[in-house]
């Protein structure tokens, strides 16, 4: 066997290797697709419930399209059960709150008080 017999099979090899790679990816890509539109189509389910119209085809389409924390952002939008804070209260400092301040500051506000 030479040098170029053995180049050869040695590309055959990564040719071989590199289809199985790509039929690899294209399953797995096939897969989070599939996984992508079930939980969509559940999404819109339970957004139609919601609002009481049927959804789309586009709106569907559009929700297996969305990243995966979008899609939970909605599913908890769309729950029927109590709904979840998105954020608590912010908390604002008054005049009357005199924790953060100076002397200099809680005198001035005492003598505007009085």
């Known amino acids: 066997m030479d040098d170029t017999q053995k180049l050869y099979q040695a590309a055959e090899v990564l040719e071989k290797a590199a289809a199985y790679i790509d039929s ?34 586009e709106l569907a389409a559009k929700l297996a399209h969305t990243d995966q924390g979008v899609q939970a952002l909605l599913g908890k939008l769309a729950s029927e059960g109590p709904l979840e804070p998105l954020g608590g209260p912010q908390t604002i400092k008054t005049a009357t709150d005199s924790s953060g301040m100076g002397s200099a500051e809680r005198s001035f506000l005492d003598w505007l008080t009085i």
């Not at 890509?29 to 539109?37: D, I, L, N, R």
């Not at 079930?38 to 049927?54: H, N």
């Open 24 to 57: 690899l990816e294209t399953s797995i890509q096939k897969e989070k697709e599939m996984q992508s539109h079930e939980t969509a189509t559940k999404l819109a389910e339970r957004i139609s419930s919601v609002i009481g119209e049927p959804v789309t085809e």
